[in-house]
């Protein structure tokens, strides 16, 4: 679904070069939840941001659904993706289904189907009932279902998420996990997901890549399990 072969980066910094991705060979399998994990600085983030062409290699290349990723099949193949930020990104002067109906405006199809489809999304996320609500009168989790909500309205093959629970307390993070979990089941969804917080990537992932300076470290294995909030005791405490 994703492949990246010998993929490096460089940024200038301070007035110098610096090579910050590094000689990435990386699969990301149909279907599969994949956690990118690692230290602020480490190189998850513009990992990601090359997975999803917002960012372009120095060297290597990337494949997205099997077809190579440069500049005259990029258009076409981040049409079937999507991303969840960390800060939501949601227009706070348009109401609930307005942002969520936004990515549809730059593309063809019939407004009525564009319309029910968002009725059908916002019930899927739990927000039924919130279609004509304003943004600054949500939650920060109602917020970040809108933002879901948005992300599966052009029905992506791959959903790209930057930190997307970090501003959110531990029960919402959990609820907002367990939606994406519903979303890779339900729909087949391909997800990335990149975060510090090794609960998240332990809650939701397949597989999670260790990044070091750069440097995929090593590829672990997860076994899934049951999405659910804790209490600050047992969080505590461990699971043991």
Same mark, same amino acid.
């Given at each position: 679904? =994703?492949? &990246?072969?010998?993929?490096?980066?460089?940024?200038?910094?301070?007035?110098?070069?610096?090579?910050?991705?590094?000689?990435?060979?990386?699969?990301?399998?149909?279907?599969?939840?994949?956690?990118?994990?690692?230290?602020?600085?480490?190189?998850?983030?513009? =990992?990601?941001?090359?997975?999803?062409?917002?960012?372009?290699?120095?060297?290597?290349?990337?494949?997205?659904?099997?077809?190579?990723?440069?500049?005259?099949?990029?258009?076409?193949?981040?049409?079937?993706?999507?991303?969840?930020?960390?800060?939501?990104?949601? &227009?706070? !002067? &348009? !109401? /609930?289904?307005?942002?969520?109906?936004?990515?549809?405006?730059?593309?063809?199809?019939?407004?009525?189907?564009?319309? !029910?489809?968002?009725?059908?999304?916002?019930?899927? /996320?739990?927000?039924?009932?919130?279609?004509?609500?304003?943004?600054?009168?949500?939650?920060?989790?109602?917020?970040?279902?809108?933002? %879901?909500?948005?992300?599966?309205?052009?029905?992506?093959? =791959?959903?790209?998420?930057?930190?997307?629970?970090?501003?959110?307390?531990?029960?919402?993070?959990?609820?907002?996990?367990?939606?994406?979990?519903?979303?890779?089941?339900?729909?087949?969804?391909? %997800? /990335?997901?990149?975060?510090?917080?090794?609960? /998240? %990537?332990?809650?939701?992932? !397949?597989?999670?890549?260790? =990044?070091?300076?750069?440097?995929?470290?090593? %590829?672990?294995?997860?076994?899934?399990?049951?999405?659910?909030?804790?209490?600050?005791?047992?969080?505590? &405490?461990?699971?043991?």
């Amino acid at each position: 679904m =994703i492949r &990246l072969e010998n993929v490096s980066k460089k940024f200038e910094i301070n007035g110098k070069e610096n090579t910050v991705i590094k000689d990435i060979n990386l699969s990301i399998y149909k279907r599969e939840i994949f956690g990118l994990v690692g230290e602020t600085g480490s190189g998850k983030s513009t =990992i990601l941001r090359l997975m999803n062409g917002f960012i372009k290699p120095d060297d290597g290349n990337i494949y997205l659904m099997g077809e190579k990723l440069n500049r005259k099949t990029r258009h076409q193949l981040v049409k079937d993706t999507s991303m969840i930020f960390q800060g939501f990104n949601l &227009l706070s !002067n &348009l !109401n /609930v289904i307005d942002n969520v109906l936004l990515p549809t405006k730059i593309r063809k199809g019939s407004k009525k189907e564009n319309i !029910n489809r968002a009725k059908e999304l916002l019930s899927f /996320v739990g927000l039924e009932d919130f279609h004509q609500s304003t943004i600054r009168t949500l939650s920060g989790g109602q917020k970040q279902r809108v933002a %879901i909500a948005r992300t599966l309205i052009t029905n992506p093959k =791959i959903i790209f998420c930057d930190e997307p629970t970090s501003a959110l307390d531990d029960k919402m993070s959990f609820e907002i996990l367990r939606l994406l979990k519903d979303i890779n089941e339900k729909f087949g969804t391909t %997800i /990335v997901i990149v975060s510090h917080d090794i609960s /998240v %990537i332990k809650a939701l992932c !397949n597989r999670v890549a260790i =990044i070091e300076n750069g440097r995929i470290e090593d %590829i672990i294995s997860l076994k899934t399990k049951e999405i659910k909030p804790v209490s600050y005791k047992e969080a505590l &405490l461990g699971d043991d």
